[in-house]
Nanobody, 122 residues
Framework: QVQLVESGVGSVQAGEALTLSCAAS????????WAWFRRAPGKEHQAVAT???????TYADSVQGRFTISRDNAKNTLSLQMDSLKPEDTTIYYC????????????????WGQGTQVTVSS
């Protein structure tokens, strides 16, 4: 089992930055892909960014160039640096972990955090 706890609840103005963190515990050695998802009310989870055990990253087109995903293996933490935030980035963000490599869809992620709200005001 892998336990994930997000932190970094934030309310910022458009154009500002915010960093989300996710503390992982348990059997993290089984994880091959870490990810940040977000889900707007009434919509499906959207993969925002992923990072594999080898450090390969992917980003959604809507955040490419603005968001950066990283992982500190020594501290067992996953981070999402969000720059140049826009009002449309407002929603709940989730960290997630998968045993698969380069997993991109929510169904491939077994382990999820509780979610953290990000609000960007115009």
């Amino acid at each position: 089992q892998v336990q994930l706890v997000e932190s970094g609840v934030g309310s910022v103005q458009a154009g500002e930055a915010l960093t989300l963190s996710c503390a992982a515990s348990g059997s993290t050695d089984i994880v091959n892909t870490w990810a940040w998802f977000r889900r707007a009310p009434g919509k499906e989870h959207q993969a925002v960014a992923t990072i594999t055990r080898d450090g390969e990253t992917t980003y959604a087109d809507s955040v490419q160039g603005r968001f950066t995903i990283s992982r500190d293996n020594a501290k067992n933490t996953l981070s999402l640096q969000m720059d140049s935030l826009k009002p449309e980035d407002t929603t709940i963000y989730y960290c997630a972990a998968s045993r698969l490599f380069n997993a991109l869809t929510p169904v491939n992620y077994r382990y999820w955090g509780q979610g953290t709200q990000v609000t960007v005001s115009s």
